[in-house]
């Protein structure tokens, strides 16, 4: 079974013969050809740079041996391309919160196509550059309540308080904004599915700070809207909610084909609960990878058996790559992915 039938089958929960792998955040500063490339331009500058980016996209491919290529780029991409001033510092920076019903109603949802094209000429670029290898190519997007979760603080946070606070005190300005984002975020990953993108991931990193109940109201029906208008007949759509152990239930009612899960959930318990309803993605904390290669091998194994009643599992992280993290380490994770095929061991 080539990686490109090993995935696509795993997100619809048809038969496979051992589950496929790939790692979040897999490009990036753990690699030292990254970081020479990085010299090179700003973060930015990288992502709309379609040569660096390819470049950048496919070295996971060839140093780690991962099984899937996710295009190289940033969530903040496509409200860049809607005119969102934004700033890495080096984290995104946003002079001009967006807080009042005004600014809501100021903002537009462009054709990402002519606004930000050259994301989907990298992923033109790269699905050329895979097709041979018959390695599958994801896409993604932030999800709107994180996107939104960055606009409304003007950055990064620990409680997003203003956040919270425009939740409670003024939910229809939240609601415009997040029904603002839903349109973008479909617009963005339909455009990437039509250039090339044959799985679609949607990230939502800060879903995790919400109540159960809070979540149900402000995300779920977010997620619903995005899984009946994105083609996921031709790409299936990968959920992750960080910190989202707590919402699990809801997450799994979603829409989308597979649930990615942190590595604070259970596997056999997410098994339960899905009742077959969804495949899995994940979930091995990010600083395992720290340990020795057998180490690695037996916590592969265990996710595995743990995942097996599973409609579907695809093998990844709990989260994405730490910057320290050793390359033998994501070496030894994709290696014991494909000794599960051959009975091999570490």
Known sequence: MDPTERLLRACRGEPVDRPPVWLMRQAGRYLPEYRRVREEVSFLELCSDVERAVEVSLQPLRRVGTEAVILFSDIFVPLLGAGVDVEFTPGPTLARPIRTRGQVEALR??????????????????????????????????????LAAYLVEGGGS????ALKRLMFDEPEVLRGLQAWLVELVVKYLNAQIEAGAQVVQLFDTWAGILSPDDYREWVL?????????VDRNSAPLVLYVGNGAHVLDAAIESGADVVSLDWRVDLAEA?????????????????????????????????????APARGHVL????GCLPDTPVEGVRAF?????????GAGA
């Open 221 to 229: 029906p977010v997620h619903r809207e995005i899984a009946a208008k």
């Open 316 to 319: 990844n992280l709990g989260h």
């Open 158 to 161: 620990r409680d997003f308080r």
């Open 109 to 146: 949802a462009p054709d990402p196509t002519g606004s930000v094209p050259y994301v989907f000429e990298i992923v033109r670029r790269l699905r050329e550059e895979l097709a041979d290898l018959r390695i599958p190519l994801i896409g993604f997007s932030g999800a709107p309540f994180t």
């Open 334 to 342: 994709t290696d014991a992915a494909r000794a599960l095929g051959d």
């Open 271 to 307: 098994v339960r609960r899905s009742e077959g309803r969804v495949s899995l993605q994940g979930n091995l904390d990010p600083a395992a990878l720290s340990a020795p290669r057998d180490e690695i091998f037996a916590r592969v194994r265990a996710m595995a058996a743990a995942a």
